[in-house]
């Protein structure tokens, strides 16, 4: 099956770095999605992507689909304590479909 | 994501029991999909279905795992004769189309298995 690899696994950094992390995958994938999951939460997406090159951003949080579509990356500027919490990619094999394919996921620790 | 609703949030049943978890999906999403997470683990697939159907369970463990959507009622994610790896936490998600993108996430239900 398709796999996503996500890194790095954990992070962590000083209050008001910046925070980079990625994914990658052997196949191509349509849609990437970025989630953030808090301890005993749900995921809840940050930034869909759907297009190869597009660059998105909201607020503190950018987010880039490669052109390859194998790959994306996620960016958060300066970060916040609030900002603690597992990020995960997604991919979306195509249109209509409805299987997402996670990553393990990133968690981030931002020391005040 | 407050508005699939998910329940028990917590579960614990010993090895043999049956575990039932339930999910209501966002008003006006028919579609409801049921994600599994490991330990340490991203979310993988199992099901998604709509209205009394089933339409794909490629990612349901073919024994003692089983999930309905009827016309009335939540969804309902069955697993029968737990065992202790089956402790995870499962996540139910809507959708009002067939789209990755709208797809929104309940709260979870974490299961342990004593």
């Known amino acids: 099956g398709q796999q996503l690899n996500q890194s790095p696994q954990s992070m962590f950094i000083q209050e008001g770095e910046d925070v980079s992390m990625n994914c990658t995958s052997s196949s191509i994938f349509n849609t990437w999605l970025w989630y953030k999951q808090d301890p005993g939460e749900g995921p809840v997406l940050l930034i869909a992507?759907?297009?190869?090159?597009e660059l998105t951003s909201n607020g503190r949080l950018t987010a880039q689909f490669g052109i390859t579509r194998k790959d994306s990356f996620l960016n958060i500027s300066a970060s916040i304590p609030s900002d603690v919490g597992i990020y995960f990619c997604a991919g979306q094999s195509g249109a209509g479909s409805y299987q997402l394919t996670f990553g393990k996921g990133t968690k981030l620790s931002v020391i005040p | 994501n407050a508005g699939v609703m998910q329940n028990p949030r917590h579960l614990v049943r010993r090895r043999g029991q049956e575990a039932r978890l339930r999910c209501s999906p966002m008003k006006g999403h028919s579609h409801v999909y049921w994600y599994r997470q490991l330990p340490e683990e991203g979310l993988k697939f199992m099901v998604y279905l709509q209205k009394e159907n089933i339409i794909d369970e490629s990612g349901m463990p073919k024994e003692r795992f089983s999930a309905e959507f009827p016309k009335e009622g939540p969804s309902i994610l069955r697993i029968q004769q737990v065992v202790r790896g089956d402790s995870a936490a499962y996540f139910c998600a809507s959708s009002r189309d067939i789209s990755g993108n709208t797809i929104y996430f309940g709260e979870g239900s974490w299961l342990t298995v004593v």
């Open positions: 992507l759907y297009k190869a090159g």
